[in-house]
T-cell receptor
């Protein structure tokens, strides 16, 4: 997937625990995104980054935080996981025109 | 938040037939309209995209038709094949903004032999 690696691929965690998902890219892209995918909702933007230490909120940012200390890594943290955060999480980078994304393979997160 | 509506939710097409997925948007500031294809267990992949200065764009068996006045666009898959079975997402964004992409809810396409 064009140099984008997400880890872990699958995770089961308990309600109330913190969880961090990692997105790593090897192509020095400026813009990185975290989306969640849920049936009937398509892809919804959680947070995005436009450079090291430059991040902003998306449509569904409540309960999530992000960090980008290096160009290649964009971390998504669920401070205290809830069952409503059970979802598939995708990282993406922007290539070409806005909206022209390359997505990672996703992380399936289950909160029990 | 401006919506992108997509229909149908699911679609079953015979091999060799034409698959048609429709999308509609509200925000007239949108001026870039990509389509994504997603196979199970994979991330979405950019399939084809159109800008509103053209009414149609074709790449192989995939064609986007765009109606600016109606604020609608559609994906046509000609000679549909079982390998086209996937979920398809339309999206819309202002071409000047990297954070305002809105995705439709997706259409699950099954092409049966």
């Amino acid at each position: 997937d064009a140099g984008i690696t997400q880890s872990p691929r699958h995770k089961v965690t308990e309600t109330g625990t913190p969880v961090t998902l990692r997105c790593h890219q090897t192509e020095n892209h400026r813009y990185m995104y975290w989306y969640r995918q849920d049936p009937g909702h398509g892809l919804r933007l959680i947070h995005y980054s436009y450079g090291v230490k430059d991040t902003d909120k998306g449509e569904v940012s409540d309960g999530y935080s992000v960090s980008r200390s290096k160009t290649e890594d964009f971390l998504l943290t669920l401070e205290s996981a809830t069952s409503s955060q059970t979802s598939v999480y995708f990282c993406a980078i922007a290539q070409g025109a806005p909206g022209g994304y390359t997505f990672g393979s996703g992380t399936r997160l289950t909160v029990v | 938040q401006q919506q992108v509506k997509q229909s149908p939710q699911s679609l079953i097409v015979q091999k060799g037939g034409i698959s048609i997925i429709n999308c509609a948007y509200e925000n007239t500031a949108f001026d870039y309209f990509p389509w994504y294809q997603q196979f199970p267990g994979k991330g979405p992949a950019l399939l084809i995209a159109i800008r509103p200065d053209v009414s149609e764009k074709k790449e192989g068996r995939f064609t986007i038709s765009f109606n600016k006045s109606a604020k609608q666009f559609s994906l046509h898959i000609m000679d549909s094949q079982p390998g086209d079975s996937a979920t398809y997402f339309c999206a819309a964004s202002p071409e000047t903004s990297y954070d305002k992409v809105i995705f439709g809810p997706g259409t699950s396409l099954s092409v049966i032999p």
